[in-house]
């Protein structure tokens, strides 16, 4: 059974850095898209960045695009997510997901698998 376990957020001041990590168990990973998503309290959760499955294509919301890089290790069942240049705009509970073969949009409609999210706070 696919399971996604993400870790690494936290507190964090604004213009720093965090790198989330999600962890997934019971699949043979590099069949799946894996993409990151992210909601704020009253808000839709969004796409903000996914993968293919051997990594060669991204994407990336203009909402982060040039400060946050998606990428995967399949041989350590683990996708990251590398921010930097944090905004108070950023703070929201961040999800991983899987879906099996290609991912079309970086939507949720488009995966089918979530992990159990963690906070991220943008804040002095």
């Known amino acids: 059974q696919l399971q996604l376990v993400e870790s690494g957020g936290g507190l964090v001041q604004p213009g720093g850095s965090l790198t989330l990590s999600c962890v997934v168990s019971?699949?043979?990973?590099?069949?799946?898209?894996l993409g990151w998503f992210r909601q704020a309290p009253g808000d839709e959760r969004e796409g903000i960045s996914c993968?293919?499955?051997?990594?060669?294509?991204?994407y990336y919301s203009d909402s982060v695009k040039g400060r946050f890089t998606i990428s995967r290790d399949n041989a350590k069942n683990t996708m990251y997510l590398q921010m930097n240049s944090l905004k108070p705009e950023d703070t929201a509970v961040y999800f991983c997901?899987?879906?099996?073969?290609?991912?079309?949009?970086?939507?949720?409609?488009?995966?089918?698998?979530w992990g159990q999210g963690t906070q991220v706070t943008v804040s002095s």
């Open positions: 997901a899987a879906q099996l073969g290609l991912f079309r949009t970086c939507s949720t409609s488009d995966f089918d698998s």
């Open positions: 993968i293919s499955t051997s990594g060669g294509t991204t």
């Open positions: 019971g699949v043979t990973l590099e069949v799946y898209a």
